[in-house]
Every structure is written in C-alpha cells, then in structure tokens.
Nanobody, 127 residues
C-alpha cells in the first residue's frame, strides 16, 4: 500500500523559509515516476506548486513560486522535499505531496492525474 506522509509545515514570518518533506512508503520508485507538490488555500481550489521526475532530470514550477521554491528528492530515503524561501502571506495553504506512477512523459499540473496523495501539512505565513 502506497503511503505519502508530509511534514515540515508551520508558522513563519514573511520572508522566512520552511522545508517540507514527503516520505513515501509501499513502493519502489522508478526513474519515470513523478512526484508533485500542490497547495490549497482557504476558499480556493487546489493548485500545482512544483513537480519532479524521480530521476531528477526534470522539474517544473508554478510561476508564482519560481525562484523561491526548490523541489528535490533523496533516492535513498524515498523522500521528496520542497524548500520554500522568501515566503509570502499568499503562500499560506495546506501543502500536499502527490505521486504520479503512470510513467507519464511530462509532469502534470492537474491534480487528477496523480494517483496517491498525502494528508497535507499546514503552512502559515504571517505578514
């Protein structure tokens, strides 16, 4: 059974940093698998934040986080990270990691493509 568990959320002041982790269990990652981070703010739809092919050969970012967030993975630990710098109040949301195990040729920005989801971790940025 595939399980994704996020951690690392919290309360931070604007301009600060947080590092989210997503630990995956119950599967062996292939280089073609894709991991993504999404977020959902109160009253808003879930939105794509960043994605990475497990090989590390390709990443994709939403325009709103380019240059501030970095997605990476640790093969040995089956873990994906989201380093978030220069945080803004508008980054406040519940952050979810997700897995696309369909051997897709590109990183999807649509949540429905991802088969497995974590429970989410709250990130709150105060002004």
């Amino acid at each position: 059974q595939v399980q994704l568990v996020e951690s690392g959320g919290g309360l931070v002041q604007a301009g600060g940093s947080l590092r989210l982790s997503c630990a995956a269990s119950g599967l062996t990652f292939s280089t073609y698998h894709i991991m993504g981070w999404f977020r959902q703010a109160p009253g808003k739809e879930r939105a794509f934040v960043a994605g990475i092919r497990w090989s590390g050969s390709r990443t994709l970012y939403a325009d709103s986080v380019k240059g501030r967030f970095t997605i990476s993975r640790d093969n040995a630990k089956n873990t994906v990270f989201l380093q978030m710098n220069s945080l803004r109040p508008e980054d406040t949301a519940v952050y979810f990691c997700a897995a696309d195990l369909s051997f897709a040729t590109s990183i999807a920005t649509t949540g429905s493509v991802y088969e497995y989801w974590g429970q989410g971790t709250q990130v709150t940025v105060s002004s």
